[in-house]
DNA sequence: CACCGTACTTTACGCTGTAAGGAGTGGCAA
DNA sequence: TTGCCACTCCTTACAGCGTAAAGTACGGTG
């Protein structure tokens, strides 16, 4: 078996992602208690937190070294003493958030409640830290947060008796359907910011430039005219949100019930043996 | 009133969009058909081609002024002749490749195997233009093809006799749910390619380090090894895909099985009066 | 006290989108 | 025919990016 590039920095990477807790500063495992030069000022723990605060208020595309070694006092090489490399970081990054998803979820109430309880909990997660929705999703991180977020929701999911092949492929459609609901709010809210054109004004400067390059818009696509023919209804707990937000809050109320239907559905199918 | 920044660039944008069929070059409606200086080299099209076929090749990140203005052997700055940024040349080739997709879908056979036709579609085309997922969602880029893939989705799902308001929760978690899965796909082929390392030879290189740091992974995460117990099962379109990919297409068939099911169960609610 | 490993800095490279200004082309009015 | 000038396309420039390479200053250990 050959050993492909990348291995070097995995080693360092999973150290990372796994050292223990942090009683000062530096990792564990490959730290000396005590070393020649002048102290260590920064720490990974420090500087994950930083970078955490910079995506977090000025999104994914402000993250730089630079940015993250400024709000330390530091130079952005300085950094690299302690993370390997600007990739390493995000992983620590996206592992850390994580960590703040809850481990554990009321099942007294059944599957469905247990299950609108996570899709909600995991989305305002998403709307807090847009940026993790701009990790690439095809190879896991492999951090323990990682781990323990999917250890719950297959909990929440497990006593409805599925297989194991089935279980896999809802878990999949459960968490991009809320990643997917959630991105589009984080986009909207992202080009707000960057632009400073609010929802509501960006339509009303499009809407006349539309009518004049395409006059016969309602008999060449009648059916999207029809579709959008009305207001959604108000959503509860989302009365004060602007525009588009309260557009994408009852499209994913209407979704988690298609959804939730779905499921039980695939548990008439193939089974469900357990309560 | 007040009209905010970006009403400029819109006028510009949206006769760029719409502009008619191009006889030579130059946009219908703002050209004159002869004006003095040297004659044009280029054309709206062939860069949106370019860009295009840059895209396709080398990934989003590849695209840049300068390589597209290279494959068309100018420099970077001869495009903005042509088109006032980036972000314009980025909405026509979105507008454009949206045009690839099929406007009608047969319906004879029900809206299911009509809809699953779609997400098909819609699967490869995503596959085969990768970077159309990473074009932000949040504000539509309101170009004919934009509407006539929305049309024909409705279309596919009008039969249904669903109210307005749900058939646009449908229609978005429809669209998210495929869109996501063609996501992950897509992510794990750009890694593949970026780094050298396919999925295989990467699981391989880290499976052995996770278990040196987390031997415990069996004890504290049951769930998570309990799903992965065994392969998933061969699906049909996917015997010769490798590795993550056959279990993306496992994942994608079961999803969608869920998804119809859902939907099936939201018009037995909101009243189907139609077939 | 000298040594030398360490924390951190400065400098540098090739990349990005695009503003600014210059060069050469060619239709049209004088 | 000449000169104008709108036009296409070019070169140059700037601030920003990740990070390699080399330099500086600190401080525990021989």
Redesign the pocket.
């Known amino acids: 078996m050959v050993l492909y590039a990348g291995q070097g920095d995995a080693q360092r990477s999973m150290s990372l992602l796994w050292r223990g807790p942090d009683p000062a500063s530096?990792s564990a495992s490959d730290r000396?208690p005590?070393?020649?030069?002048?102290?260590?000022?920064?720490s990974v723990d420090a500087i994950v937190e930083a970078a955490v605060a910079v995506a977090d208020e000025q999104g994914m595309a402000?993250?730089?070294?630079?940015?993250v070694?400024q709000r330390l006092?530091?130079?952005?090489?300085?950094l690299?003493?302690?993370v390997p490399?600007?990739?390493e970081l995000i992983d620590l990054m996206y592992d850390k958030v994580l960590g703040e998803l809850p481990a554990e979820h009321d099942l007294s109430r059944g599957w469905r409640a247990a299950l609108t309880a996570w899709a909600r909990e995991t989305r305002a997660f998403y709307l807090r830290h847009p940026w993790v929705l701009q990790v690439s999703q095809a190879r896991p991180v492999l951090g323990p947060n990682e781990f323990a977020t999917l250890e719950a929701l297959a909990r929440v999911l497990h006593g409805t008796g599925l297989p194991a092949p089935v279980l896999r492929g809802v878990i999949g459609a459960v968490a991009q359907f809320v990643r997917g609901a959630a991105q589009v709010v984080a986009d909207a809210r992202q080009a707000a910011r960057a632009t400073g054109v609010g929802d509501e004004e960006w339509w009303f400067s499009r809407s006349p430039l539309l009518e004049r390059h395409a006059p016969d818009l309602a008999r060449r696509f009648p059916l999207v005219v029809w579709i959008n023919q009305d207001d959604p209804p108000a959503v509860p707990d989302a009365d004060d949100a602007p525009y588009l937000e309260r557009d994408a809050m009852h499209n994913f109320t209407v979704g988690w019930e298609v959804l939730l239907d779905g499921i039980e559905a695939s548990i008439a199918k193939h089974g469900g043996d357990q309560r």
Chains 1, 2 share one sequence.
């Open positions: 530096g000396r005590s070393r020649p030069g002048p102290k260590q000022g920064l402000a993250l730089s070294m630079r940015a070694g006092g530091r130079t952005a090489m300085a690299y003493t302690y490399s600007k990739a």
